[in-house]
């Protein structure tokens, strides 16, 4: 089935912002890859897919990060393949200026704008606030039955999924995608923690540079989209509670490598991402602490210490316990404005 492409904006008074709306798909609008789609969408853009079953309705939303772009390449994959889907599907694809901002699909947010995925727990004014209230009162609109949230990871690594919630539906909304679940008491501002009466799962579908992260979009949209009976689990989940944040002091200074850099405070090491989801036991050597003290690091969790899981070791970094390590990334920017990892305690 070919759609003929219509475009047009809806501004939403309590918001403050405009959201592109389509509901018609045209070979102009698709163009010839997922750069050129990304680029005639203009802006940020909720997609309206009919199902065979219009008395219900699914939400996938995307790119809320410019650098990641697995879930918009599986969605415009999806869409030149005239997918149809099982019910009514509205695809919000958010952060469409920063993903098109040069070098593409390198920049997290705009520069000098806030993380739009932090942006979902407060009534500010400035412009991610505002994109991010937007997102919300479509969803909200329509009443979904479920919603996945579709990342890539900010370094290598496999897919996972994460959620506020370990209920039923939400594990089996995630095991169309990953057999990893993370059930996580912390809270970022991300969409993930807002009420939209029905489940909400972020997925991670690997790295941005790895091609297996776009095969597990792609099949997992598929199925999600597929499945008559949304809540049936597809696969076994391996599930991981209460993870935490190592983040980086403001003023300490980092850097990757083989070896202690003296001129930073810390150097990790340099295949650090190798460990997400590895085997990391105890004692376990991530990299070099110039003088020797653990104050460049804390914890998202202020009642938790972090000499309780990492130690130094003759000017290493060191794990003290055996853990589970993910999200890790290699991107200095990344590493000091967001964390250095989340891990959890080995089950």
């Known amino acids: 089935m070919r759609f003929q492409h219509g475009n047009y904006n809806v501004d939403y008074a309590m918001s403050g912002i405009k959201l ?3 509901s018609e798909i045209s070979p102009q609008l698709l163009g010839a890859n997922t750069l050129q789609f990304l680029s005639n969408l203009g802006g940020p853009t909720v997609i309206h897919i009919p199902g065979k079953d219009k008395s219900r309705c699914r939400v996938i939303v995307t790119l809320l990060h410019g650098n990641e772009p697995s879930g918009l390449k599986a969605i415009h994959s999806l869409l030149c393949d005239n997918f149809v889907p099982q019910v009514n599907t509205k695809i919000i694809i958010a952060s469409v200026v920063a993903s098109l901002t040069e070098p593409v699909f390198t920049h997290r947010m705009l520069p ?5 995925n932090r942006c979902f727990n407060h009534d500010e004014k400035d412009l991610q606030h505002m994109l991010a209230n937007a997102i919300c009162e479509e969803i909200k609109a329509c009443q979904p039955e479920g919603i996945v949230d579709i990342h890539n990871t900010s370094g290598s690594g496999p897919s996972f999924s994460v959620s506020i919630d370990s209920s039923r ?3 089996a909304i995630a095991s169309y995608f990953t057999h990893r679940f993370i059930f996580t008491d912390i809270r970022l501002g991300s969409i993930m923690e807002k009420d939209f009466g029905c489940p909400i799962v972020t997925i991670e579908a690997g790295g941005s540079q790895d091609t297996e992260a776009d095969v597990t979009a792609i099949n997992g949209i598929r ?3 597929s499945a008559d009976m949304l809540f049936a689990q597809a696969q076994e989940l391996a599930l991981i509670t209460h993870p935490r944040r190592l983040e980086l002091c403001k003023e300490s200074s980092l850097h990757y490598g083989d ?5 930073v405070d810390i150097t990790l090491r340099q295949d650090i991402e190798g460990f997400n989801f590895g085997n990391v036991v105890q004692n376990t050597p991530l990299g070099w602490i110039k003088d020797n003290d653990l104050h ?18 003759d000017g ?5 316990k055996h853990l589970v390590l993910f999200m890790i990334t290699t991107r200095v920017d990344i590493a000091k404005s967001d964390c250095l990892l989340y891990f959890a305690e080995k089950p």
Do not use: C, W
């Not at 070896?259 to 001129?263: E, G, I, Q, R």
């Not at 460049?296 to 938790?304: I, S, Y």
């Not at 290493?316 to 003290?320: A, D, G, H, N, P």
């Open 223 to 225: 199925a999600y989209l």
């Open 20 to 22: 592109n709306h389509v």
């Open 259 to 263: 070896h202690l850099n003296p001129a």
């Open 316 to 320: 290493m970094l060191v794990t003290k």
């Open 296 to 313: 460049h690091f804390h914890l998202d969790e202020p009642t938790q210490r972090v000499d309780d899981f990492f130690s130094i070791v």
């Open 112 to 116: 000098g704008k806030r993380d739009l």
């Open 169 to 171: 539906q939400h594990q």
